[in-house]
């Protein structure tokens, strides 16, 4: 974000055309990335459910970006400089837009980021993400440059993460034709939407614009029959607004640390080859193996109806699911 824009000025700025953040949204990628959305941003319609503002990690990322740039300057013995003014080459549509964080002196562009803790080791463990690979895409082809030195941060250790990428011209001829489209689309009230996603899909979860673009449907469940009333108390208290949000960011962070235990674990039984106790980095690490019993009551009551009746006895119960 500009130091001469204020957070309104830099969002009209953005719906006037695509810029390297949207890739996500405009080619579809994970996590998050739907094409409804974006046209959504790009008319300016209102969100149904708006973001806090200003939202804490573009200020982060804003004020530690010259200390990414420091850093980077250090470790990899280069020099940056503000791009103020950029020649953009003829080819690009104007609808193609955005600001570069800095140019390398005698090289290309120059991209900083920061991370929070978990996302930094994702990074670190996967490499750069797709939908950040097609931003810094963005970036080398609106600079006309072949190259583009990518730095993240993680301010909790100060660790910093550094990759050369290079120019994929490919990649950019597909979101010139990607990009053609949607923008046409944008502009044309009438045109048709790309198709929704699924209502219970992660990017809809999360989406500022789900009720206006799935209604009711973002309440239905798999079990729920299609024409069966959904009767809701809404509410938007900041306070349970809050509370939802926080706890829907902490599934996700779960989800996908159970994802990347489950793929430790199992590189760990592939170096490990036997079940055994071991003691790795001084901690203690069991492989057993043994069998399991388990009473299977689908059958028993199948076969003994009379039986399980008498043996069952009812409890009253509550259920608290965040869907």
Same mark, same amino acid.
């Given at each position: ?6 957070? +309104?000025?830099?969002?009209? +700025?953005? @719906? ?13 990628? +994970?996590?998050?990335?739907?094409? @409804? ?221 159970? +994802? ?64």
């Amino acid at each position: 974000m500009s130091d001469s824009l204020n957070r +309104e000025e830099w969002l009209e +700025e953005r @719906r006037r055309g695509i810029g390297g953040s949207d890739w996500m949204n405009a080619l579809s990628l +994970e996590p998050y990335g739907c094409q @409804r959305q974006l046209i959504y941003d790009k008319r300016g319609i209102e969100p149904d459910f708006p973001e806090d503002q200003p939202e804490g990690y573009l200020t982060r990322g804003h004020k530690l970006e010259p200390l990414v740039v420091e850093e980077a300057e250090e470790k990899l013995g280069i020099k940056c400089r503000r791009q103020t003014r950029l020649a953009r080459p003829d080819w690009l549509p104007k609808w193609w837009i955005g600001n570069i964080d800095r140019m390398v002196v005698g090289g290309g562009v120059f991209e900083a980021k920061t991370k929070n803790p978990w996302v930094f080791r994702k990074l670190k463990a996967g490499g750069i993400p797709l939908y950040e690979f097609a931003q810094m895409q963005h970036y080398m082809a609106l600079a006309d440059r072949s190259d583009c030195v990518y730095a993240a941060l993680e301010p909790c250790s100060w660790e910093l993460y550094v990759d050369l990428l290079n120019r994929d011209d490919e990649l950019i001829e597909k979101m010139l034709l990607a990009g053609d489209w949607l923008w046409d689309i944008v502009q044309d009230e009438g045109a048709t939407l790309p198709e929704r996603l699924d209502s219970g899909s992660k990017q809809c979860k999360r989406c500022p614009w789900r009720w206006h673009c799935q209604g009711d449907a973002i309440f239905s469940s798999n079990k729920a029959k299609a024409d069966e009333p959904v009767e809701r108390r809404l509410l938007t208290e900041p306070g349970m607004v809050e509370l939802a949000r926080e706890v829907y960011q902490l599934r996700e962070i779960v989800a996908e640390a159970k +994802e990347r235990l489950e793929e430790l674990t199992a590189a760990a039984k592939k170096a490990l080859g036997e079940p055994g106790k071991y003691a790795i980095d001084g901690h203690p690490v069991n492989w057993l193996s043994y069998t399991e019993r388990r009473f299977q009551t689908g059958p028993f009551k199948k076969a003994h109806p009379d039986l399980y009746e008498k043996f069952t006895k009812e409890n009253n119960k509550e259920a608290f699911r965040w869907d």
